[in-house]
């Protein structure tokens, strides 16, 4: 998930500098994913339905399955709508280990 520093609660309410800097967040974060995990395609949604207030769901998808330390990730709804989904928790060991490879790559790539 991506999220604004401030809070509107409705997309069309962030300004052009706010939308511009979603945009460009978003694109390096996908090529970020892209390069560690190698996502197929990616599925971009924004609801507020319960959070209220403008975020971006950023659902990277695989048509295979992906192995990043010893853990086997699987995209059981590949070619399918991403929702509803099985809830997949991950440790919070594995969750530092993925920051810590997608800001390696960042920093690598001066993003």
Known sequence: ????????????D????ELKELFEITKKLRDV????FGADIFNYAT?????????????PRYS???????????DERWGQNY?????FKISKEVESEII?????????NRF
Do not use: C, Q, S, W
């Open 47 to 59: 609801f507020g339905n319960v959070v209220r207030h403008v975020h971006l769901h950023f659902i």
């Open 100 to 108: 810590d490879k997608i800001k390696k790559i960042i920093r690598k």
């Open 14 to 17: 962030i300004n052009e500098e």
């Open 64 to 74: 295979k399955k992906v192995n990043f330390l010893g853990i086997t990730f699987e």
């Open 33 to 36: 994913i892209k390069e560690i």
């Open 83 to 87: 929702a509803p989904y099985n809830k």
């Open 1 to 12: 998930m991506i999220r604004l520093r401030r809070h509107p609660e409705d997309f069309f």
